[in-house]
């Protein structure tokens, strides 16, 4: 009878143990209000426990240490945020930290943005400072992995041209230098497909043009018109504007140059800006501008690789993202008068215009 009574005490306490530890770790307890939580580089579950344990997602900070290093999970803690629950089972956690899939952001480059348009964007959504990320973008780290060009020659001041417009997932724990480190390898990734073309082409053989300054054009060519259907003859009149040893004269350029000075650009463009001698002012200086104004697409580095058959040498915006395109001045003129509309010579692409104003 001793031995009977002795055994249901010590079953009783080893059960009171069980269902005190089951209870720690919070088992039976209903899932609360949903948390987003950021674990950080480097941390690891020793130091959240407390940090969560305070948060109200687990009830013990003890009990998580105990079970990782009862179980002796092999899994790394991820870094990134994710979504949680006060009252949540250690088990549970230790799972979603180490398997889950944390909270990713879509963040969209539209093909023509600069990299000023893409760090002010990316402050706005809160995944990085516009400094910050400007900063990243004139890094030498991140300029050597510009793809098919020697960089000493070159001497290219930042990655503008190289940040493949896509739409990417992103994390807020991502530094500004990671970011703009994966945008630049789509773009490598991209590049592979064009580089026997960049380094083959009339526009090397013709003009002894390197592979940056093919990318220089293209992101022109982006920046004038976002119409499919014009980018091959708005790259066959700067070619033969190039052949003839006539400035190219293009605004976006003119635009560049304000974003390199101030930051950022009010939308007009001012007589003291076309007077001006910045080296990205094609009125001023004959040739290529020292490096791209944009990220252009494979579209209109294509464009440039195989422009259309013309003898254009001029094109006015229509007002609609469209353009009226003339061989000779004295036609250019006539349609400068007849086609043109109030704010269409602006300097504004295609893109830039409200989607009601655009041509269909």
Known sequence: MKFIIGFIVLASIALAGVGAVVWKLGYFQPLGTSVTYTVQKGENFAALAHKLQVSGIISSGRALRWYVNFFATKKPLQRGEFALYTNMPVPLLVKVLTEGKPIE??????????IFQIAEELEVKGLAKKADFLAAARSPELI???????????????IEGYVYPDTYLLQKVFSPKEIAQVMVQHFRDVFKSLESELRDNYLVREFHFTPHQIVTLASIVEKE??????????ASIFVNRLRKKMRLQTDPTIIYGIYLEKGSWDG??????????????TYAHHGLPPGPISNPGVSAIQAV??????????????GDGTHVFSKDYASHAKAVQQSIKPGAKDGKSWRDLAPEKRAK
């Open 268 to 281: 007009d463009i001012h007589r003291r800006d076309l007077d001006g001698t910045g080296e990205y002012n």
């Open 305 to 318: 690789l195989h422009p259309a058959d013309s003898e254009f040498l001029f094109f006015v915006s229509k």
């Open 144 to 158: 050597q992995m510009i793809p098919g060009m020697d960089v000493s020659q070159a001497k290219p001041k930042s």
């Open 105 to 114: 952001y879509k963040f969209t480059i539209p093909e023509g943005w600069n």
């Open 225 to 234: 018109t976002g119409a499919s259907s014009e980018r091959p003859l708005v």
